[in-house]
């Protein structure tokens, strides 16, 4: 019987595109939970233009190039000015349909098993689209990847901080009608959009009703905004989870806090690196905060504006922070634990490591 020849496979002499491809296959067969995505921010520039032609709305971009050109933010604020333009075309349930089901599908090409996604009414709301339009499109496009692409997924109703806290009661209101017909699906409420001068106790008393209401609740703290932000988020929003959360380290007792307590921090390191939040990947602190206990995920924000999905921010965390395969896991499963699913759940996703 002929033997097999022993390839022996010296890592050290490895072209770096192999050594990155042997990476990103590994890092995309972990079973990982995208826990921080806004589903507008998914909308990629292709379909963007062909909901636009379809809804026969004027863009001011030339092509699809030229739209993809003016993705070039100095800080926050200057990408949602065009985030909140983009999700202007956004008019029927057949395109909050396509926008969910293309992003699923793009999610599980990733080997991601589970996704929260935050979607912002107020946006669509204020341009007279009915509430129940953006549900429905969501919605079905969520049911059919479960049956189809076996990708569970959340919603996360997510208020507009640079908005009232009435404007925020009135969405609320709005929305608690359809929670009959999809409270399977939405399940929590989140906080987002421009941090700097709208810091958590805005929304106190919001906060306060939907935890009423049996909502988890989940707020974006300590990406622009300082420390205290993170603070007052979790003391006076009560939530269980914060967006972003990078700025935490600015303040060391909250840093114990988070250790001790385990509370999830759903880091973006495209969106950090994309909006000025880092100059540059190796000055990102996720790999520091992994390492000293912090319950870190990673998670690709607005994916379609920040140049990548979930697996291109494991890779760019992995090459720029010399993370190990070991702690790569550990981020995974870190995924899966800090998810809103049941311990049932999430015990079956965690059996698959
Ligand atoms: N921060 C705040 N609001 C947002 C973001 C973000 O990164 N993405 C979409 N809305
Ligand atoms: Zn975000």
Same mark, same amino acid.
């Given at each position: ?64 190039? @030229? $739209? ?6 100095? #800080? *926050?604020?200057?990408?949602?000015? +065009?985030?909140? &333009?983009?999700? !202007? ?85 709005? @929305? $608690? ?6 409270? #399977? *699906?939405?399940?929590?409420?989140? +906080?987002?959009? &421009?941090?700097? !001068? ?156």
């Amino acid at each position: 019987m002929n033997k097999p020849i022993q390839k022996h496979i010296d890592t050290t002499t490895m072209k770096d595109k192999d050594k990155n491809d042997d990476l990103r296959a590994f890092v995309l067969s972990l079973p990982k939970a995208e826990l921080h995505l806004h589903i507008e921010g998914s909308l990629e520039p292709e379909l963007l233009f062909e909901l636009a032609q379809r809804n026969d709305i004027a863009l001011p971009y030339v092509s699809v190039d @030229a $739209l993809r050109a003016a993705y070039a933010f100095d #800080d *926050l604020q200057s990408f949602l000015d +065009l985030y909140y &333009a983009g999700a !202007g075309v956004l008019i029927t349930e057949r395109d909050f349909y396509d926008m969910t089901i293309a992003y699923l599908r793009r999610a599980q090409a990733d080997g991601v098993v589970h996704a929260e996604i935050m979607f912002d009414p107020q946006t669509h709301t204020a341009r007279g689209i009915a509430m129940a339009t953006v549900f429905a499109g969501m919605a079905r496009a969520m049911r059919e990847a479960q049956a189809s692409l076996n990708i569970s997924s959340y919603l996360i109703l997510s208020f507009l901080r640079h908005l009232s806290e009435e404007s925020a009661f009135t969405t609320l209101e709005a @929305a $608690l009608p359809l929670r009959e017909q999809y409270g #399977d *699906l939405w399940i929590a409420i989140g +906080l987002d959009s &421009a941090e700097r !001068g709208n810091p958590p106790e805005k929304f106190t008393r919001v906060f306060a009703l939907c935890k009423e209401l049996g909502f988890r609740l989940v707020a974006h703290a300590g990406e622009e905004g300082p420390a205290s932000y993170v603070r007052n988020a979790l003391d006076l929003l009560q939530v269980e989870r914060i967006d972003h959360g990078v700025r935490s380290e600015e303040d060391p007792a909250l840093m114990q806090r988070l250790i001790t307590d385990q509370i999830p921090l759903t880091v973006c390191p495209l969106s950090n690196l994309k909006l000025g939040v880092v100059r540059n990947m190796a000055e990102h602190n996720l790999a520091r905060m992994l390492r000293s206990g912090v319950m870190i995920t990673i998670n690709s924000d607005d994916p379609a504006y920040f140049g990548g999905y979930v697996a291109d921010n494991y890779m760019v965390s992995a090459i720029g922070l010399g993370l190990n395969r070991d702690e790569l896991i550990i981020l995974a499963k870190n995924s899966i634990k800090a998810s809103l699913l049941d311990d049932a759940q999430k015990n079956k996703y965690l059996a698959q490591f």
